[in-house]
């Protein structure tokens, strides 16, 4: 008697079990996670604005949650340190996603190494079906492609352990650059007749459709021969100007042209070239 006892009550425990941690699955595939990033002003260097949003579409209350966040370079051979900047740019103290501010070094490592860069100051309750939205600055003191990772956390409704949510996402220099589009129709200011080509190697083959999302090109504007797409950071300025339509219509060639047409920017056209390339049409 007292065996079959003990047995049920084993067979119990291991049911719970089962059930908390397909709850906790279930949970766990519910929430989502979203970042945008978009380029805005900073106060130094340059810097884009980070839009964090996390849906619950669970019917249960995520407990307690908090939410952290990593930063890496992208290339791990960074000649120099590069200094990193985040903080909060609109305080939603009701939803509780709060950073503060932090500033320290760009990690060099990867993004899944070592404590996170920021994290909010307290835990919030996301409800059930909610979500809740965070605004960040991210700003650095050197043109530099990021990877990030955001990591959600909050309580398992079961076992009251803690679950962990996490989404990967970068950072273009695209979206670090002032961006624009000159049509060869406009008239071109002083800055742009002043852009010169740069030496050596200099073409690239860029997809329409990116560029056009990247730049904020207008539906009626077309893309001819000598139109610029036009990138400016602290007074530096560096063009891609349409060269040649290519045959399939679905790109375009451009040389690179600069108002320092003598800077070294080789690191730059290649990343640029990786973000805009037809071969990076994903």
Same mark, same amino acid.
């Given at each position: 008697m007292q065996q079959?006892?003990?047995?049920n009550m084993q067979q119990a425990a291991q049911m719970t079990l089962s059930m908390n941690k397909m709850m906790e699955e279930l949970v766990k595939r519910s929430v989502q996670v979203s970042v945008f990033a978009q380029r805005s002003e900073a106060s130094?260097?340059?810097?884009?604005?980070?839009?964090?949003?996390?849906?619950?579409?669970?019917?249960?209350?995520l407990l307690q949650t908090r939410v952290k966040l990593w930063f890496c370079a992208r290339q791990q051979d960074q000649d120099s340190s590069?200094?990193?900047c985040v903080r909060d740019v609109v305080k939603d103290t009701?939803?509780?996603l709060v950073f503060g501010q932090t500033d320290g070094e760009l990690s060099a490592g990867l993004v899944d190494e070592g404590a996170p860069f920021a994290q909010t100051e307290q835990t919030a309750e996301v409800g059930n079906g909610a979500t809740v939205e965070a605004e960040v600055a991210v700003e650095v003191d050197a043109l530099v492609q990021m990877n990030g990772r955001i990591a959600v956390e909050f309580l398992s409704p079961g076992t009251g352990q803690l679950l962990t949510v996490s989404h990967r996402f970068g950072i273009h220099l695209l979206q670090l650059l002032d961006c624009s589009f000159v049509c060869k129709k406009s008239a071109l200011s002083a800055p742009h007749t002043e852009l010169q080509t740069i030496t050596g190697d200099s073409h690239i083959s860029i997809d329409i459709a990116q560029a056009r999302a990247a730049f904020a090109v207008p539906?009626? $504007?077309g893309i001819e021969?000598? #139109?610029? /797409?036009v990138m400016r950071s602290k007074g530096n300025t560096l063009a891609l100007r349409v060269i040649r339509i290519?045959? $399939?219509?679905?790109?375009?060639? #451009?040389? /690179?042209?600069?108002?320092?047409?003598e800077s070294d920017l080789t690191a730059m056209r290649l990343q640029?070239?990786?973000?805009?390339?037809?071969?990076?049409?994903?």
């Amino acid at each position: 008697m007292q065996q079959a006892l003990v047995g049920n009550m084993q067979q119990a425990a291991q049911m719970t079990l089962s059930m908390n941690k397909m709850m906790e699955e279930l949970v766990k595939r519910s929430v989502q996670v979203s970042v945008f990033a978009q380029r805005s002003e900073a106060s130094r260097g340059v810097g884009t604005h980070l839009r964090l949003a996390i849906h619950n579409r669970s019917p249960i209350p995520l407990l307690q949650t908090r939410v952290k966040l990593w930063f890496c370079a992208r290339q791990q051979d960074q000649d120099s340190s590069v200094q990193l900047c985040v903080r909060d740019v609109v305080k939603d103290t009701t939803g509780g996603l709060v950073f503060g501010q932090t500033d320290g070094e760009l990690s060099a490592g990867l993004v899944d190494e070592g404590a996170p860069f920021a994290q909010t100051e307290q835990t919030a309750e996301v409800g059930n079906g909610a979500t809740v939205e965070a605004e960040v600055a991210v700003e650095v003191d050197a043109l530099v492609q990021m990877n990030g990772r955001i990591a959600v956390e909050f309580l398992s409704p079961g076992t009251g352990q803690l679950l962990t949510v996490s989404h990967r996402f970068g950072i273009h220099l695209l979206q670090l650059l002032d961006c624009s589009f000159v049509c060869k129709k406009s008239a071109l200011s002083a800055p742009h007749t002043e852009l010169q080509t740069i030496t050596g190697d200099s073409h690239i083959s860029i997809d329409i459709a990116q560029a056009r999302a990247a730049f904020a090109v207008p539906p009626a $504007d077309g893309i001819e021969t000598d #139109c610029m /797409f036009v990138m400016r950071s602290k007074g530096n300025t560096l063009a891609l100007r349409v060269i040649r339509i290519l045959e $399939d219509t679905n790109g375009v060639l #451009c040389e /690179f042209v600069a108002s320092d047409p003598e800077s070294d920017l080789t690191a730059m056209r290649l990343q640029l070239s990786e973000e805009l390339g037809k071969s990076n049409n994903a």
